[in-house]
Structure formats: structure tokens, C-alpha cells
């Protein structure tokens, strides 16, 4: 049993209305020098909670400023503004560059047309006026010819992490892996080993074997075994290493139980080679510690580092 595929910004916002009545969508639509996102880069924001970022600073907090006054007050079938800033002399930031951020208001009147749109590859956004949101079908991602839209996916794909184990360095660790963006898969033997609440985005997998779910994920995906049970997270690394592939394999534990686990897989099958692909300890010797939540953060930077790398190297 899992939960539902990591959504994009469209159901999101849906959901967001359901509870809060209306959100602004902010989104860099152009950026000349430096700044501290991309084009391209969002955040949700409601009167009172955010989702994602870009960029923060001044000129986040002006953004959502605008959106704030924009939910209080909305005009027009279809409100958004266009915030032109240079980050310098407007905003106090050091990058120095120059930004548009598009501001577009979604509430109750909106959601049959963002339901309409939640199954798009990407969205074209108008940049003014009172047209709605279309299909941007297989346009590239940007702005548009005409330059009177942006052409945003509903969403971005991350890259699959599995994490074995739902206990307390799991718990801390889940939204930092969604923070990354990435596709967590968040795997135990029981539902009720996981929180009630879990971070917009992950899927809980229950699973009674979960050697089964790292069977079948994908060759690209970052498996992190950190289960109650030492001969589970055994099974599970057995699985992974002679499987079919992967992109990144982290084992929680300590020197010692890498050499058992080293020595027992080895005398299982799994060659050198393969072997030395296992991560253990996973995360940063730097961040030391047993505290669920330093453990968790040192993971999350690892990860972070594999990440950047696999990103360099495609």
C-alpha cells in the first residue's frame, strides 16, 4: 500500500484552497545577474504558511508581502502583477542582479480551471490581463516567443530516494529530503510506524517485505536503509547491491556494523566492486552526534552531495 505520486504545484494549490480559501503562485519569470534562484523558481503562499522557496531574503519577503495584500483583495477574473525588482538598490541583497516575479492569485472561481490544467506536462502563464492558465503542450520550458507568458511544469521530477524505516531519524530526516526535492519514497512494515502527518510530497509505502520495493526501484534511484532491525537492513542492502541498479546506497550505522555487514554480504555474493559502493555510516563524519535530528542532518547533506554530483555527471 502507498500513498498517492508526489504532486504537483496544481494539486497543491488545490488542496490549499480547500483550507485556506485562496493562494498566490510567486514565480521568477526573468532574471538578469545574479540572484539567488533560477527562472523558473517558485513558492506558494497563503495568509498564513509558505511551500518552497525563491530565494528568500528581501525580496521573498516583499513577495510575500504583495501576495498577502493580493489574497486580502483580488480583482479581476484571473488577478496576478508582475514585481520588477533590482535586488541591489531595491532590496538591500548583495547579488546584484534583476528580477520579474509574476504573482497570480488562485481561489475558489480558479479551481475548475487548475483541475482542468493538473494533468499538463506545463502551464503557460500570462504575464497581464485577465486570460486564464492554458496547456503549453509540448512548448519549452520559459518564456514564450511572443514573451507575454512563461511556460512553467506542473511537476518537477526528482530524482526517487527510498528510505527504509519510519522511527525517529526517519521522522526527522523526511523533510529535509523534500526540501531537496526529491521523489521520497518513505518505506516500513506498518502503516502505524509512520506520523499522522507527513511532508506534502513523500509516499508512505507499507510494506510487510521491504527488500520487494527496493527490488523494483528504479536504476536511478538513492536508497537510505535505516530500519529498527539490523537483519532487515541487511536483506534490504543484499537486495539493492544485486539488483538491477542504483544511483546512491547510505546505510546508517557505525564502523563495526559496516565491517559485519562488509564481510557477511560479501560472503553472500556481492563482489568487491558492488560492495564498495555501500556508504556506511552514511552522511558527514563532520556532523557527529546521536541525536535523531543532528543524524538526520548529517544524512540530509550527504545526500545533498550525491545529489550535486549526479547532477554533474548526468
Given at each position: 500500500?502507498?500513498d498517492?505520486a ?12 480547500a ?5 498566490v ?14 527562472a ?9 504558511d ?10 521573498e519577503?516583499e ?18 502583477q508582475?514585481?520588477r ?9 548583495c547579488?546584484?542582479?534583476q528580477v ?10 480558479q ?5 482542468a ?21 509540448d ?14 511544469p ?6 526517487p ?10 521522522r526527522?530526516?523526511?523533510p529535509?529530503l ?11 512494515v506498518a502503516?502505524e510506524?509512520?506520523p499522522d502527518?507527513?511532508?506534502?510530497g ?21 536508497h ?16 539493492i547491491?544485486s ?7 547510505g ?8 565491517a ?13 566492486s558492488t ?8 552522511g ?5 552526534g ?13 545526500v545533498?552531495?550525491?545529489q550535486?554530483e ?5
Amino acid at each position: 500500500m502507498a500513498d498517492q505520486a508526489r504532486p504537483g504545484w496544481i494539486e497543491i494549490v488545490r488542496d490549499r484552497i480547500a483550507s485556506d480559501g485562496a493562494v498566490v503562485r510567486a514565480s521568477l519569470v526573468g532574471v538578469k545577474g545574479s540572484a539567488p534562484r533560477e527562472a523558473g523558481a517558485m513558492m506558494l503562499i497563503t495568509e498564513h504558511d509558505i511551500w518552497q522557496t525563491i530565494g528568500g531574503g528581501s525580496l521573498e519577503f516583499e513577495v510575500m508581502r504583495r501576495a498577502r495584500a493580493m489574497l486580502a483583495v483580488s480583482d479581476g477574473p484571473w488577478p496576478r502583477q508582475v514585481m520588477r525588482a533590482a535586488l541591489g538598490p531595491d532590496m538591500g541583497q548583495c547579488c546584484g542582479g534583476q528580477v520579474r516575479v509574476l504573482l497570480e492569485y488562485f481561489g475558489p472561481e480558479q479551481e475548475e480551471t487548475l483541475a482542468a490544467l493538473a494533468g499538463c506536462r506545463a502551464v503557460i502563464h500570462p504575464l497581464d490581463g485577465d486570460q486564464p492558465p492554458s496547456d503549453a503542450g509540448d512548448a519549452e520550458i520559459g518564456m514564450d516567443r511572443a514573451s507575454k507568458g512563461f511556460v512553467a511544469p506542473v511537476a518537477v521530477p526528482g530524482r526517487p530516494v527510498f528510505v527504509y524505516g519510519a522511527g525517529h531519524i526517519g521522522r526527522a530526516l523526511a523533510p529535509h529530503l523534500v526540501a531537496l526535492q526529491l521523489d521520497l519514497h518513505w518505506v516500513d512494515v506498518a502503516m502505524e510506524r509512520f506520523p499522522d502527518e507527513v511532508p506534502q510530497g513523500a509516499r508512505r509505502v507499507v510494506a510487510a517485505d521491504p527488500t520487494v520495493i527496493a527490488a523494483h526501484a528504479p536504476a536511478d534511484s538513492l536508497h537510505l536503509v535505516i530500519t529498527h532491525n539490523h537483519d532487515l537492513d541487511e536483506a534490504i542492502c543484499h537486495r539493492i547491491l544485486s539488483g538491477g541498479g542504483f544511483a546512491r546506497l547510505g546505510l546508517i550505522g557505525s564502523a563495526t556494523k559496516a565491517a559485519r555487514f562488509r564481510s557477511r554480504l560479501g560472503k553472500a555474493g556481492i563482489d568487491p566492486s558492488t560492495l564498495d559502493r555501500l556508504v556506511c555510516p552514511v552522511g558527514l563524519a563532520s556532523i557527529t552526534g546521536k541525536h535523531p535530528a543532528r543524524v538526520a542532518l548529517s544524512i540530509a547533506a550527504g545526500v545533498a552531495i550525491w545529489q550535486q554530483e549526479l547532477d554533474e555527471t548526468g
